[in-house]
């Protein structure tokens, strides 16, 4: 029987695609999936490199050379704990298990865990770039176990996208890490969709433009410094034509945004870990608040306003460029704060400037931003947050008032804009000295005997606030 370098299990479009990339590379390669229709397709698609996948587990298994590599992309939860417990009778000691798809990083950690008192390796790797990415080059992201990784580090940087020649995949750490990163850098590109979705808007409705004006925009931008696949997607729905209609495609999709939860994952975890990411946040409530269509119809008529901004477009426009840049920069920065804290609490000792590198090619989130991101990282591997950067602060200082205006302006002729709102007040917050928190804990005091602190003295104090002071 031939034996394969590496096994795939799910055969869906990104394991297929993975499996070919890896062909592509010279890499003896296979796969299994319960559809045979999916089997039937690989063949097709791979016939230049004479793919083929297995209908039996069993004998998948058995096609392997020793010590095993197996990838898993299949949905995750439920189905990866299955496939795992199918796996495992047929696999042998030092057997390596790796699961790419978008699992909670927490039902990793209990995998490894699991595995490892059996003898077999296993880690967590996200992946990112979608179908396109998975076939010609992706971002990837896997932590772990280390020995398990050096086992596919050939492989990964071979098949992984490249900037400037270097490989966009890296090992994030130990434990869930991979996943870890891959589920906040989810939480980014969730924020970066909703900028650019209210940025729509306020192009549309505010300033009146049309779908082929607002194309040339998205364009024109992304031949600058916001330069990025999500620019370049953006510009291109805006020259869709619809085959049903005739239409422009944009304009036929309802306005209920779905999702697929690793979004608010990331929101579940700054909440655990007592770190804001008020943008992402916003951006997952935003998709949750779209689907209350018929609600929304309603309270439009009943509260009807006019969004036009009556301000000189081209003015507005050029504003509106460096609003977006400066919620951008935002929007990394409280992913990557997450990062950090996370890096502390969990252990996973992350280097975010690595992280920022193989960001820049590949992955959803790639952007020429990312390029200053990963200089301000390299400079400072111990860099906390994005802000302290000096290059960064040089480019907020250039943007933010800019974003104060659109701001300003949305929110007085009635633009939802709550991302952009969000990343605005975030920066106001840490920008400044003294919060009115202070408020808030004599009120918990005042009512709870929660206790506070002082400024002019160590201790924790409670007030007796009832008792009249002279």
Known sequence: MKTYTLGMIGLGTMGRNLLLNMADHGYQVTGYDKDPKMLKTLEEVGKAHDLKGFASLEDFVQSLELPRRIVLLVPAGPIVDSVIQELEPLLSKGDLIIDSGNSHFTDTSRRAAELAEKGFHFFGMGISGGEEGARFGPSMMPGGDKAAYSAM???????????????????????????????????????????LAE??????????????????????????????????????????????????LVDMIKDEAKSKGTGKWTSQVSMDLQLPIPTINEAVSSRDLSKFKSLRVELSEAFPHATKIAENQQKVEAELEQALYAAMIVSYAQGLHLLWQASITYE???????????????????????????????????????????????????????????????IENGIPVSAYASALTYFDSLRTKRLPSNLTQ???????????ERTDEEGIFHALWNQPTL
Request: one cysteine or more; charged letters at 25%; aromatic letters at 10%.
């Open 348 to 410: 996973y000792k992350l280097n975010l400037h690595e992280i920022a590198k193989i960001w820049r090619g590949g992955c959803i989130i790639r952007a020429e931003l990312l390029e200053d991101i990963y200089q301000a990282y390299s400079k400072n591997p111990e860099l906390e947050h994005l802000f302290s950067d000096s290059a960064i602060q040089d480019k907020l200082k250039a943007t933010v008032p800019d974003l104060r205006k659109i701001v300003g302006l949305s």
């Open 199 to 248: 940025t729509y808007d306020i192009l549309k409705n505010g300033l009146g433009y049309t779908n082929e004006q607002i194309h040339r925009v998205f364009d024109q931008w992304n031949k600058g410094r916001l330069q990025s696949f999500l620019m370049e997607v953006t510009a291109e729905v805006f020259a869709f034509t619809d085959e049903k209609t005739g239409k422009l």
């Open 442 to 452: 004599a009120q918990r005091d005042f009512f709870g005997a929660h206790t506070f």
């Open 153 to 195: 580090k050939e492989i990964l940087e071979a098949i992984s996208a490249k900037v400037n020649g270097e490989p966009c995949v890296t090992y994030i750490g130990p434990g869930a890490s991979g996943h870890f990163v891959k589920m906040v850098h989810n939480g980014i590109e969730y924020a970066m969709m909703q900028l």
